[in-house]
């Protein structure tokens, strides 16, 4: 496994353009075990709430899933991601369904098995590459958050690095409804029981959750395939109770200058096309750190199994 790693203050010294909050919270020592360098990770005291199951939980306007007479995910829609249309923004209070078929606007059936299938077959080796990162992450969460909200969830991937938490309740949020079998799956080979997990077809500008209901918010790779990164960051800051964290891991474009880079301006638009709207050059972590939360920590990281999607950017942000 070929990992490299820069800490938090060298990282941001490379990238001016981002500000770090300082934190005024207990700092606790976190090294990824996978990493060369330590990466400072801060407690927080996310309020706990009483126990309850995900059907519990706060949903805004009860839905779930894009209604029967919405038209189906049809050719445009394909057209619609391949040609990189320039979407209107939107109001923060709007329909989450409204902002689903908006935003992210229905794809034929087979292109979303397709895409579902292909990210449930094809991210093996990566996910064992980031294993070590993901595992240090949540580890530092254990304990202290009952209620989890996903964004982009996918196959469910990370389930397994939280579901025994105790007491543990989920919701993943994802726009392609053919993920919610994986998801449901990998709910269930983990432990998480049906009353504990709820997917949810919605996108992140418009989670369908009421303010400050969870306790953390977890996203990975994510942030690129969002159509507005900020409005996702400011729907995560609403539902997030104070003192919430916001886990994440993003891929984000490489060092300006570099031949990577370079190479990564000119595979964007197929990218975008060929992996249902994924940004290669997105500085994500640029839009978490002026997203407005309390404090944040980051490490940067290139993983062999990513190739030209490289680095990424892993850590927790606190509200
Ligand atoms: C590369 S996959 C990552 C899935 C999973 N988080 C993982 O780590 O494997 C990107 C996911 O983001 C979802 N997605 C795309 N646009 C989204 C949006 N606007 N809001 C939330 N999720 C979105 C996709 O459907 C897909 O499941």
């Known amino acids: 496994m070929t990992l490299s790693s820069s800490n938090l203050s060298s990282w941001f010294s490379s990238n001016p353009t981002i500000k770090q909050t300082p934190s005024t919270k207990k700092a606790v020592n976190l090294t990824f075990k996978t990493g060369r360098s330590p990466c400072s990770l801060v407690t ?6 009483s126990k309850k199951s995900v059907q519990d939980l706060p949903v805004k306007n009860g839905s779930s899933r894009y209604c029967l007479c919405c038209p ?9 991601t391949g040609l990189l249309p320039v979407f209107p923004s939107f109001a923060s209070d ?8 908006r935003i ?21 080796s990566y996910e064992a590459e980031i294993a070590g990162y993901k595992s240090q992450l949540f580890a530092s969460l254990r304990g ?14 990370n389930l397994k690095y939280y579901a025994d938490y105790p007491g543990i ?3 993943g949020v994802d726009p392609n409804g053919k993920m919610e079998k994986y998801a449901l799956a990998a709910a269930q080979n983990v432990g998480l029981s049906p009353s504990n997990f709820k997917f949810m077809q919605a996108v992140a500008e418009a989670l369908p959750l009421d303010d400050a209901s969870v306790d953390a918010v977890v996203g990975t790779l994510v942030l690129c395939s969002v159509k507005d990164v900020d409005k996702a960051l400011q729907e995560v800051k609403r539902v997030l109770k104070p003192g919430g964290f916001y886990v994440f891991v993003e891929h984000v474009a490489a060092k300006d200058g570099t031949i990577l880079r370079f190479v990564q301006g000119i595979l964007d638009p197929l990218q975008q096309t060929v992996a249902d709207g994924c940004h290669l050059t997105r500085k994500t972590a640029t839009n978490i ?20 999607v490289n680095p990424h950017v892993c850590g927790i942000a606190y509200r």
């Open 94 to 101: 709007e329909d989450p369904m409204a902002v689903l078929n």
């Open 289 to 308: 750190a002026e997203a407005g939360f309390a404090s944040l920590d980051v490490n940067e990281v290139v993983l062999s199994t990513a190739s030209f």
């Open 72 to 80: 189906r995910r049809h050719f445009l829609g394909v057209l619609g």
């Open 44 to 49: 927080s005291n996310a309020s706990k709430g």
């Open 144 to 157: 202290k958050v009952d209620k989890i909200l996903e964004i982009g969830i996918g196959t469910g991937p």
């Open 104 to 124: 992210h606007p229905p794809r034929p059936d087979w292109y979303e098995e397709f895409y579902a299938s292909a990210m449930e077959k094809a991210m093996t």
């Open 169 to 171: 309740n989920v919701f």
